[in-house]
């Protein structure tokens, strides 16, 4: 049984960026205006995420990491919307099979904050003989979630693991795509024990300055607005994507779909040939874009890491989004 869990986890959880991109989407969805990301060892070490968000209720704490419990079902009467957005109650379980977790968290309505371990799914005592009870203790209203040793328990899956600068590198790839998706959110992402920063981003800030911020000002004075809204696909896209006097070295693509960071092969190959007749040969863009989609038109049996994504009438929505960029392009004198 435990194995089982071990397996479905490490098939969730295959880098550390897997569990902190989870533990973001959680600490977006909980209302933050406040996510302060900690990393050591490329988040094999730690991996710990402080939010400013709605907290969870004492009550709820013992169930918190058993599969398939989630909160945010109510809210989406449509069933659909689990598999869309992620709503499956299968992040914290995952995480606390295979890593050591610990939860501080505060409601509003609530005189104290209270601190638990998981292991296996289950509350554990901190220390071999302690009670495994949630500890009442001091916070701030949010949650706190530390994960410590990711892949404690699978030497295999640790052993993979080349260097944690690039495990880091895909961290803050990761991190630097929600702060520039989530306006009104204030990001920042650091290694523990540097003084650096390595992302900081105000909450006030606009998705522009936050590419200006993330990313840099070369691009970020090279923006053209993107906005296609259709009703016979049932979409909506808005974005801003690097216009003909900017030419990368490679495609830099921040996609959302339903405010979901993912992966799009077809998206992305599509916007590259748009761009080819414009920029310098090899020259490729940067594309900041978010799809609204209704929930029933995106495909909901993708695998479980939900990083490619697909949906119905893909190829017509991806002709309108590269025809509105192609307006775009032509638009600019060069
Ligand atoms: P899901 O996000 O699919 O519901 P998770 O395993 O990611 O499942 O989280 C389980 C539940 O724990 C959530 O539904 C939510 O109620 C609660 N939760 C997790 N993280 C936070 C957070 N940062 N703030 C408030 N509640 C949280
Ligand atoms: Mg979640």
Same mark, same amino acid.
């Given at each position: 049984?435990?194995?089982?869990?071990?397996?479905?986890?490490?098939?969730?959880?295959?880098?550390?960026?897997?569990?902190?991109?989870?533990?973001?989407?959680?600490?977006?969805?909980?209302?933050?205006?406040?996510?302060?990301?900690?990393?050591?060892?490329?988040?094999?070490?730690?991996?710990?995420?402080?939010?400013?968000?709605?907290? *969870?209720?004492?009550?709820?704490?013992?169930?918190?990491?058993?599969?398939?419990?989630?909160?945010?079902?109510?809210?989406?009467?449509?069933?659909?919307?689990?598999?869309?957005?992620?709503?499956?109650?299968?992040?914290?379980?995952?995480?606390?099979?295979?890593?050591?977790?610990?939860?501080?968290?505060?409601?509003?309505?609530?005189?104290?904050?209270?601190?638990?371990?998981?292991?296996?799914?289950?509350?554990?005592?901190?220390?071999?003989?302690?009670?495994?009870?949630?500890?009442?203790?001091?916070?701030?209203?949010?949650?706190?979630?530390?994960?410590?040793?990711?892949?404690?328990?699978?030497?295999?899956?640790?052993?993979?693991?080349?260097?944690?600068?690039?495990?880091?590198?895909?961290?803050?790839?990761?991190?630097?795509?929600?702060?520039?998706?989530?306006?009104?959110?204030?990001?920042?992402?650091?290694?523990?024990?540097?003084?650096?920063?390595?992302?900081?981003?105000?909450?006030?800030?606009?998705?522009?300055?936050?590419?200006?911020?993330?990313?840099?000002?070369?691009?970020?004075?090279?923006?053209?607005?993107?906005?296609?809204?259709?009703?016979?696909?049932?979409?909506?896209?808005?974005?801003?994507?690097?216009?003909?006097?900017?030419?990368?070295?490679?495609?830099?693509?921040?996609?959302?779909?339903?405010?979901?960071?993912?992966?799009?092969?077809?998206?992305?190959?599509?916007?590259?040939?748009?761009?080819?007749?414009?920029?310098?040969?090899?020259?490729?863009?940067?594309?900041?874009?978010?799809?609204?989609?209704?929930?029933?038109?995106?495909?909901?049996?993708?695998?479980?890491?939900?990083?490619?994504?697909?949906?119905?009438?893909?190829?017509? *929505?991806?002709?309108?989004?590269?025809?509105? *960029?192609?307006?775009?392009?032509?638009?600019?004198?060069?």
């Amino acid at each position: 049984e435990d194995v089982v869990n071990k397996i479905a986890a490490g098939e969730i959880i295959v880098a550390p960026v897997h569990a902190l991109k989870e533990l973001i989407e959680n600490a977006v969805d909980a209302g933050s205006t406040s996510l302060e990301i900690l990393v050591k060892d490329g988040g094999l070490k730690l991996l710990q995420i402080t939010d400013n968000g709605c907290g *969870i209720h004492k009550d709820d704490m013992k169930i918190l990491c058993e599969r398939h419990t989630t909160s945010k079902l109510k809210a989406f009467e449509d069933l659909t919307a689990i598999g869309t957005y992620g709503f499956r109650g299968e992040a914290l379980a995952s995480i606390s099979h295979i890593a050591h977790l610990t939860v501080t968290t505060k409601t509003a309505d609530s005189s104290c904050a209270w601190k638990a371990q998981y292991a296996g799914g289950k509350l554990t005592a901190a220390k071999p003989g302690q009670s495994a009870e949630p500890k009442a203790c001091a916070g701030r209203p949010g949650t706190q979630i530390t994960v410590e040793d990711l892949f404690y328990n699978v030497p295999s899956r640790r052993r993979a693991f080349r260097s944690a600068s690039e495990e880091y590198s895909k961290i803050a790839d990761q991190v630097g795509r929600y702060a520039v998706h989530c306006t009104g959110v204030a990001f920042s992402c650091k290694k523990h024990g540097e003084a650096g920063v390595g992302i900081a981003v105000p909450a006030t800030a606009s998705v522009r300055d936050r590419i200006r911020i993330v990313h840099n000002s070369s691009i970020a004075n090279e923006l053209i607005d993107v906005l296609v809204t259709n009703n016979q696909y049932g979409f909506k896209a808005e974005g801003l994507v690097s216009n003909a006097n900017y030419s990368g070295k490679r495609t830099s693509l921040l996609l959302f779909i339903n405010h979901r960071s993912v992966e799009s092969t077809s998206i992305k190959r599509a916007i590259e040939q748009t761009y080819a007749p414009f920029l310098p040969k090899g020259g490729k863009p940067f594309i900041y874009l978010s799809l609204e989609i209704d929930p029933a038109r995106v495909d909901v049996n993708v695998h479980p890491t939900k990083r490619e994504v697909n949906f119905l009438n893909e190829d017509e *929505i991806i002709e309108l989004i590269c025809d509105e *960029i192609r307006t775009g392009l032509g638009k600019v004198d060069t």
